[in-house]
């Protein structure tokens, strides 16, 4: 039998009650504020400037492990895909990824505080491996790692131009770093956000955040979603920031979902990513299309879902997506997944394309 087919039967076993020694884990990929299910050793934490590291990748030749011959779901075509694994210590716990226009150079993050950068390997359109992968510790203002503060959960990223803007969820803080010179070593300094992101729900705070290109509507503003924080009719809080209409607006939240990333398309379309869990259910995702022009303070904007996984499917904690467009001319969705530093879960690199 497949390792993958049994992980899930596991799973769904734990979510079932079968399984005591397993629930913990996957609850944590819905509540981070419970202990991860495998300690992460003190030298994660205490590096202090950059180092090269090793990932392995083993290829996942099939999305669908109930039909492998699938290869359409909803309106993305599966690509390749790999599950991510390395000896160093602080490695996991991804939560957000940007790739650049044409797919190869990587920026990544950890939600203890950490950056990872490199260089996505291809075999024609598949993804093969990982390369020139470097790790280093998030640095604040002062030059000293954020952790130093007690400023864990580096939850979102996103890049405008020669500037990284970093989500830090349970402190509710966004921080903005000068990247001209590299993103290893470059030091983030506070932005101010409106008030109401600091009363944002402990551990449910900021999750996704996209800067507008200047040729698009609301060019120049950062949007900043919330994973869980809900307003009065329970809809998913987010904040226009900058930009010539800022203010609040709100996401429909439906079937439980929470936002866990977003990313912008050229054509002005916001993809939002989506996940739940369920103890009878087990793990689920979901892309939803929202139009950028629908986003203005007061208003509360929705969009229909373009794609849905389950654990019958190769996925785990997806918490990070980007798009880049391949020399085809193929809008690419690149997904991610934070293993919590878990021995049930995995770091998955998936990529597919948008077929409509």
């Known amino acids: 039998m497949q390792p993958a087919i049994s992980r899930r039967i596991m799973l769904r076993g734990a979510a079932a009650g079968l399984s005591a020694m397993a629930l913990p884990a996957l609850v944590h990929a819905q509540s981070k504020a419970a202990p991860s299910a495998k300690p992460v050793p003190s030298d994660a934490q205490s590096f202090t400037a950059p ?23 909803g309106s993305l075509d599966y690509r390749s895909g790999l599950v991510l694994t390395s000896s160093f210590a602080g490695f996991g716990g991804l939560s957000a990824i940007r790739v650049d226009a044409k797919g190869g150079r990587f920026i990544s993050l950890s939600d203890r505080g950490s950056w990872f950068t490199g260089r996505i390997v291809y075999s024609g359109r ?5 390369a020139d992968v470097e790790a ?12 130093a503060r ?20 349970r402190v509710n803080q966004v921080l903005r770093f000068d990247i001209s010179g590299g993103v290893l070593g470059s030091r983030g300094e506070v932005v101010p956000m409106p008030p109401a992101v600091k009363k944002l729900p402990f551990n449910k705070g900021l999750e996704a955040l996209v800067v507008v290109p200047k040729e698009l509507p609301l060019a120049g503003t950062l949007i900043a979603i919330s994973e869980r924080g809900l307003d009065a009719r329970g809809n998913l809080i987010a904040f226009l920031v ?15 979902f929470d936002i866990s990333d977003a990313v912008l398309l050229p054509s002005g379309q916001l993809l939002v990513l989506e996940r739940k869990f369920s103890l009878l259910a087990g793990l689920g995702i979901r892309i939803r299309r929202i139009a950028l022009n629908t986003l203005a303070p007061g208003a509360l904007v929705d969009g229909p879902p373009i794609f849905e996984a389950d654990l019958g499917q190769e996925i785990d904690n ?13 809008t690419v969705l690149t997904l991610v997944s934070d293993d919590n530093f878990s021995l049930i879960q995995r ?3 998936l990529q597919f394309t948008l077929a409509g």
């Open 136 to 147: 280093a510790p998030m640095l604040g203002a002062d030059g000293r790692p954020i952790t």
């Open 347 to 349: 770091t998955l690199l």
């Open 150 to 169: 007690g400023w864990f959960d580096s939850e979102s990223l996103a890049l405008d131009g020669s500037f990284a803007y970093v989500g830090l969820e």
């Open 126 to 130: 598949e993804m093969t491996a990982l």
């Open 318 to 330: 997806m918490e990070g997506i980007d798009a880049h467009v391949s020399n085809a001319g193929e």
């Open 242 to 256: 900058g930009g010539p209409s800022p203010g609040q607006f709100s996401v429909r939240r439906s079937d439980s």
């Open 51 to 73: 180092v090269a590291i090793e990932v392995r990748a083993r290829p996942i030749a099939a999305f669908d492990l109930r039909d492998r011959s699938r290869v359409r779901f």
